[in-house]
């Protein structure tokens, strides 16, 4: 059997491994969330993200369905209305800092502050084998920079419990700063980025903007960029880096005001943003991520996560 086989037998029987999972119910000690608690999800009228605001539904929260699309935003809630969840809706676009603070706001008034934040609208606009960055700046500006405004927006609002609230984004090991195919070239840069003692938002801002400088420049292919879905490689991997950053700040916070942060790659899965051509399904694909925002084990922050399983930055 070749590597490549054996690696799949390997996922695939991770796999199953975590659908089974999903089937076990979380025991009443386990169990620190209510019907009060409150998820908000991003992008979730579709996909994973649909998926996501499923399945925390199904495990009795209230949970936040945004979407850019008011119309079709509200259609997906009705899906999960319909089946009995207990899904709000709400328009917001995480590229436009007036829905974020109208967002903001909306929350304030009917629900106080929310507990745990789910960061999945993303984009991607290669697929396959294709590598264009002809669109490289909405991908980042999408991927990482909505994903940190939702994060500097949402902490303020963020409900102080014992149990803490949770921060989790969608991420991809595309973005690993240390892959073994898809990585920065920069050695000095991967050590910035993956230390952190010199890790800071600023170097984290700079490295993109760096990045997208030679991509309008048309010198990005011999700048030591990922050469796999460049784009989405390089917005996932500032998320990640910006999640062990923000997983410091948040640590100073007092007990009783914990708020943990961590993120996960999902896999390759069959949804739209895939060209449906995944192997892995929205079901299994959002797992790690509602598995993520409930944990008991308060103690996991600032970590990246695959299956249900750590994995290296």
Known sequence: MTGKAKAKERREKRLQEVSLLRT??????????SSDTVAV??????????????????HGLTVILTSRDTSVGLEAAKVLQEGGFNVDVHQLDVLEPSSIEEFCE???????????????AGVNYNIGSDNSV?????????????????IKAMIPLMRPSSAGARIV?????????????????????????GDLDTLSEELIDRTIETFLKEVEEDTWKSGGWPQT??????????VNAHTRLMAKILSDRP?????????FCPGWVKTAMTGWAGNVSAENGADTGVWLSLLPDQAITGKFFAERREISF
């Open 41 to 58: 999800v991003t992008g979730a009228n579709r996909g994973i993200g649909f998926e996501i605001a499923r399945q925390l539904a199904g």
């Open 255 to 263: 007990e009783g005001e914990k708020i943990y942060i961590n993120c």
């Open 24 to 33: 076990i119910p979380y025991s009443d000690h386990q169990r620190w969330w």
């Open 229 to 238: 879905l460049t784009d989405y490689s390089m917005s996932k991997l500032a």
């Open 169 to 193: 984004s969608v991420s991809s090991r595309l973005g690993k700063l240390n892959g073994r195919r898809n990585r920065l070239e920069n050695p000095t840069l991967r050590q910035q980025l």
């Open 106 to 120: 909306w929350i304030r008034e009917k629900y106080g502050g929310i507990d745990i934040l789910v960061n999945n």
């Open 134 to 150: 002809e669109f490289a700046k909405d991908v980042i500006a999408t991927n990482y920079y909505g994903t940190k405004s939702m």
